[in-house]
Each structure stands twice: as C-alpha cells, then as structure tokens.
C-alpha cells in the first residue's frame, strides 16, 4: 500500500524538538530520513555526489525489506516495478545445464506473510520511490554537500558541510552516517572497520543494454574458477545487470569492447552483443563491520557500519532495516523517551549485521563454485526470521514457548472491520506509533486505559473470535472471522500484543495487567501530559 505524502503524527501533535542530520542519500538515508520526517522531525540529507546515482548496484529486496517499505508506504508502487517471478538459465559455454527458479523455495503469500519472496529490482527505482516520499514530506535531497567536518558534545553535534556556496558549520541533536563503505561519518569519530579485503577476487557490475539474449530468464555461466558471467534482465526497463569476474588488476572503468570480450570468452557466444554501457562498477571482496553503531549522539548504519559480499542482495536490506529500527527510536527520544532507548540499535543491529557478514561470505562462496541464486538458500536471506533476542527493549516472558513472543516479527493477517470489510493487520500497524494489539477482554480493556496515558503515540486494537455479535464489536473491534491472527500469534486465551513502530513485538503478556504492560511503555515511550495526570495511578 502507498500513502499520501504527508507527515503522519496526528492533527495537533507536538512537534518532536531537534534536528537531525543524515549523511547519504542511498536506500539507507532515504529511509532514515523518510523514518524521521514522517514524525514531525526537522531533517537534513545531504550527499557528496552531484546528483542521484543511476546503477542498479543491489537489485535484490528481500521480503522483510518489502514489510519496512510498506510501513513507510512505498511497497506498492516498488513492487509494481520489480519482479519475484524468474526463471534462471544456467549454461556451459552454449550448452544449456538446466533451469530453476529465483524463489524456488519460496512459499505463496499468506495471511501472516504478504511478501514471501525476493523482489529483483534495480536500486536507483527504489531510491527513486523513496526520494518521492521524502519529497512529499517536504524534504529534498542536497546533493553536492559534502561532511567535512564533525565535533559534538554533550548536547549537540556540529557538522560543517561544503556545498557550492561554501562551508558551513551548524549544529544538529544527533547525526546519522549512511554514507556507504567509505564512510568519512565513521572516519570522523574514529570507529574502526574490522575484517578482511582480498584484492585478487574482484567482479565488474554493469548495466548494459543487449541483443541477442532473452529477457524472459536470468542468464548464468557459472565456474568453478570463478570466473563467473550471469546477466540479468531488469524489469520494467531496457537493459540487463551483468556480473562477470574480473582479474585482481582491474581498476575503473572497462571499455565496452573489453566487456563485449569478456562476454564472448565466458559465454562461448559471438550472438550476444552489448549495444551500450550505461553504467558500472568494480568491486572487491570486502568482508568488514564496525564494533560499535553508535558514538554519542553519531550512529553509523548501513554500509557505513558492514560491508558484505553481493551474494543474497543483504547489504542493501540489512541497512534499511538498519535505518528502520533507529529512526523511530531517535523520534521518540526527541518527543521525550528515556535516552536508554538509543542503545537499543546497537543492542539490536550489531548481531543481525554479524550473522548476515557470514551469510553472505558462504552465498558467495556458493556462486564461485557454480551455485545460483535460490539454490539451497533457506530462508536465512528473506530476514523473516530476524529477532532481537537479546535487546532491552524485549519483554519478560515467553523465551522457547511456540508462536509470536517478544522480539520477533509481528506477522501480517487479515480480518474484518465492523462492516464487514477486509482489513490487513499490516494497515493497522502503518505509521509512527506503537500499536497494542488485544485478545480478550482483559487485554481490551487494558489497552484502552494506557491509550489515554499515551494519546499521541499508542493505538489500541481489539480481535475478536469469529461469529462475535455485531452489538459487542467497538468501534476499534475487528473480527478474527477466519482464524489467521490467533493462530499466526498463537493464542489461547486473553492476550496483549505490545508492537513496536518498526513491526517488532516488544511485550506478549498473558491474562495482561494493565500495570505490567505500563512498565514496559515507559521503556520506550514518549511521556505525554496525559501520562503525568494525577487521576491516573501511577506505579
């Protein structure tokens, strides 16, 4: 679903106090900088680069990444744009070894999960679908400002930017680096890169224009020397990503001769010929990741703070889902939150980027002895699986019992309205706030109090089984009229769902007791004036 470009804080709302500033203006900033802007947040994006990059780079979204972008309401369009549905050729020289499926192992949608598939995508449409969001949230892009320059204390951060009219120094609440593999946020405040570089493998991304190849399948000639050619057609335009292995020497750009000659020696093929280069690059293996995200009031996300392999598309995904998990974070700590809850991201990033440097190095590992993509992947790259185990910001309770606890996934269902319409849990759970979701009474009635407490930033819900009189359906009520949300979440019983605004579920409490669920808001809530009311009991 798309939405209007608007900010989503409701009518009459406080403004959150502080600037922010984000460096970089690729998938990762944009969508901190949408994450910010949507709530009201004063935010600045600048980049070095003169203007929008053009390459496809990271043509792969996973499907957690599809649930983040639906949150910030531009799935529909990005979508409509890609494709999750490809066969893959795989050859020796001119003869054709079999063909498979880029999802073969992936399940149809469900209830629970709209988006089971990878979504193959060039990267400049999803920065361009993004840009439009920002755009419409009254923020532009500054291209062509470049950091120079960072210092903070205890109360601010101080960048000087050179633009075309000179240098200038001003002073943000807090900074975000999103800045890529080259980070000069991360060089300013000293945060090492740790990992490892191998100069000899190396592999030239391309955008090309072609004839002679179909654009109906993914064209792959794997070897197990590494010296691997695949071209991939892009949807909705005219040209293929090509990915061929280069040797340790290669530097800048290749000539489209040089190109035409590598896919001739790789492919075995005079027939397929490259009409035009519209852009590339070369890349190396580079294997590295930070030991902090944070440093003060700097955070560091995306490629800023790991590097990957291209195998699997996760580099792109991790960081947005990087920028999602801080960006309501910072929000809500301008609109008054404990502090604390700025911990958080690395609490909660730093494993995920870990795991996900070892996934990639072994899907790497994968194509260079002839593996292709959606061959024996599981279902580690669709990052359904990702939970923040270990974070403060997860609930008591519920560790190795069966179904949702805290720190997974909220899932996706569906259910009726009072009127008999369908309405996607994932609509409920749109926008800036945290959501509570109730099954029972207990929990309805439990919600409905601390909604009061936290009027601007806390929706209520209330599932009901299905067959519930139309008469004790209120006006939040919604139906469970085929069961996918009980058993999605696994209830049986009165249940209280507590859902963080980027889609993680921060408490499940049992037979929920209103006083119980209020110690756990004031983790990560903003306090509003309805929270200080003495008529409300307070702990």
Known sequence: MDVSDKAERPAGARRPVGRVLVVGAGPVGLVAAVELARRGVEVRLVDAAGGPSGGSRGKGLQPRSLEVLDDLGVAGRI???????????????????GTSEVNADSPEPTAATPYPRTLLIPQWRVEEALRERLSGLGVEVEYGSELVGLEQDGDAVHASVRTTSGTERVSYSYAVGCDGASSTVRGLVGVGFLGETDETVRMLTADVEVSGLDRDFWHWWPSPGGELLAMCPLAATDTFQLQVGVSADTAGELSLARIQALVEERSGRTDIRLRRVVWQSVWRFNVRMVDRYRVGRVFLAGDSAHVHSPAGGLGMNTGIQDAHNLGWKIAYVLDGAPGTLLDTYEQERL?????????????????????????????????LTVRYAASALKGAGGEGQAGVQAGDRAPDSLLRAADGTGVRLFDLLRGPHTSMIAFGPRGSRAAAALVERFP??????????????????????LTDSEGHARRDYAVDGD???VVRPDGYVGLRAEDPDEVQVLRYLRRLMPEGPADREPSIRSL
Do not use: C, H, W
């Open 456 to 477: 601007r930033d806390l929706r209520a819900f209330t599932v009901l089984p299905a067959r519930t009189p139309t008469s004790e359906a209120g006006p939040d009520s």
């Open 79 to 97: 979508v409509a744009t890609g494709r999750s549905r490809l066969a893959i050729r795989k050859y020796r020289g001119r003869t054709l070894m």
């Open 351 to 383: 494993p995920i980027a870990a795991d996900v440097l070892n996934l990639s190095s072994e899907l790497l590992a994968g194509r260079v002895r002839g593996v292709v993509p959606g061959e024996g992947r599981g279902s580690d790259t669709r990052q």
């Open 495 to 497: 249940t209280l769902f």
